[in-house]
C-alpha cells in the first residue's frame, strides 16, 4: 500500500491535535451524533442499539467502523432531512 505511510503521518497529527477518538467513545459519539441530528430533523428515535464490535473479516484496519440500530417514527420531509444529512466526518 504506497499511501501508508502518508496515512500514518496524518493520524499522527491529528492524534497530537486531540482529534483522536478512543475506541470505547466512539460508539457513544455516534449515538450522539444520530441523536442531535435526530432532533434538527424532527425525527424522534424509540431505541438506539449499539452494534457490538467484531475484528473478523476486517480488511483494513486504519478505518474503525461502528453501526447503531435506531427505532424512530416521523414524517416523509423529517426523514428525508435526517437521511440527507451530510454525516461529514
Request: proline content about 3%; glycine content about 6%.
Given at each position: 500500500m504506497t499511501n501508508?505511510?502518508?496515512?500514518e503521518r496524518k493520524f499522527k497529527e491529528l492524534e497530537t491535535k486531540g482529534v483522536f477518538v478512543v475506541d470505547e467513545?466512539?460508539?457513544?459519539?455516534l449515538q450522539r451524533e444520530v441523536q442531535s441530528h435526530a432532533?434538527?430533523?424532527g425525527v424522534y428515535v424509540s431505541l438506539y442499539n449499539?452494534?457490538?464490535r467484531t475484528m473478523s473479516?476486517?480488511?483494513?484496519?486504519?478505518?474503525?467502523?461502528?453501526?447503531?440500530?435506531?427505532?424512530f417514527s416521523t414524517g416523509e420531509?423529517?426523514?428525508?432531512?435526517?437521511l440527507y444529512w451530510p454525516w461529514g466526518w
Amino acid at each position: 500500500m504506497t499511501n501508508k505511510p502518508n496515512y500514518e503521518r496524518k493520524f499522527k497529527e491529528l492524534e497530537t491535535k486531540g482529534v483522536f477518538v478512543v475506541d470505547e467513545d466512539q460508539a457513544l459519539q455516534l449515538q450522539r451524533e444520530v441523536q442531535s441530528h435526530a432532533v434538527l430533523s424532527g425525527v424522534y428515535v424509540s431505541l438506539y442499539n449499539p452494534a457490538v464490535r467484531t475484528m473478523s473479516g476486517r480488511t483494513n484496519a486504519f478505518f474503525d467502523e461502528d453501526s447503531l440500530t435506531i427505532n424512530f417514527s416521523t414524517g416523509e420531509k423529517e426523514l428525508v432531512d435526517f437521511l440527507y444529512w451530510p454525516w461529514g466526518w
